[in-house]
């Protein structure tokens, strides 16, 4: 009977191994996506600015502090203790959200450069990723983030007449938005991982 006992524990152990380190290489996946778009939205926004003459940079820095993002209207973490506080799950679904948040958007960042026709495929892999984690660590299929039923609102300024320098304007404001939002997602999809080692030191 022990003998019994003892092997029905080792594969009980084995099985949620397997599914630890499964979990592990999705995670390892998507937080070197999110990493590399973080990476390519910082290098597209320094790139910018130095294209802009110092006082464009100031009043376009003046406005979009003035200004909001659409990850505004997607509730998340508010500082980096709340962010450690949240669940995983909750984190994943955030970064998912935000993500599809740039579906749209990122089609008027795409074109004139190989780093910008980058943005869209690699932002679809990442929502895929992450969609991957979010299946391989729940248990109920209702919880998933569902596409059809996601809403989001008006990406800020972008359908408003921004005045003179409109189209210099939108830039901007969409690749800082998109650096900002980038970041959080590597953020929080980090932080997830390391939940998964309890050894590790999640302080952000």
């Given at each position: 009977m022990n003998s019994v006992v003892l092997l029905l524990s080792v594969v009980c152990l084995g099985v949620s191994s397997q599914q630890i380190t499964d979990s592990q290489r999705l995670f390892s996946i998507a937080v070197n996506r999110v990493t590399h778009l973080h990476l390519l939205a910082q290098r597209l926004f320094?790139?910018?600015?130095?294209s802009l003459q110092t006082e464009e940079q100031r009043q376009l820095n003046k406005i979009f502090l003035q200004?909001?993002?659409?990850?505004?209207?997607i509730i998340s973490p508010t500082d980096k203790h709340e962010t450690q506080r949240s669940s995983v799950l909750k984190l994943l679904?955030?970064?998912?959200?935000?993500?599809?948040?740039?579906?749209?958007?990122?089609?008027?960042?795409?074109?004139?450069?190989?780093?910008?026709?980058?943005?869209?495929p690699r932002l679809s892999e990442l929502k895929t990723g992450i969609l991957k984690v979010i299946?391989?660590?729940q248990d109920e299929a209702e919880n998933y983030p569902d596409t059809d039923t996601l809403q989001?609102?008006?990406?800020?300024?972008?359908?408003?007449?921004?005045?003179?320098?409109e189209s210099l304007r939108q830039t901007y404001e969409l690749l800082a938005c998109f650096k900002k939002d980038m970041h959080?997602?590597?953020?929080?999809?980090?932080?997830?991982?390391?939940?998964?080692s309890p050894e590790a030191n999640c302080t952000l």
């Open positions: 320094s790139d910018f600015e130095s200004d909001f993002c659409n990850s505004d209207y679904s955030i970064s998912y959200r935000l993500v599809e948040s740039w579906e749209f958007p990122s089609r008027s960042l795409s074109g004139g450069s190989s780093l910008r026709n980058q943005i869209s299946r391989a660590n989001h609102a008006p990406y800020g300024n972008y359908y408003q007449s921004l005045g003179g320098n959080k997602v590597e953020t929080y999809l980090t932080v997830a991982k390391c939940r998964l």
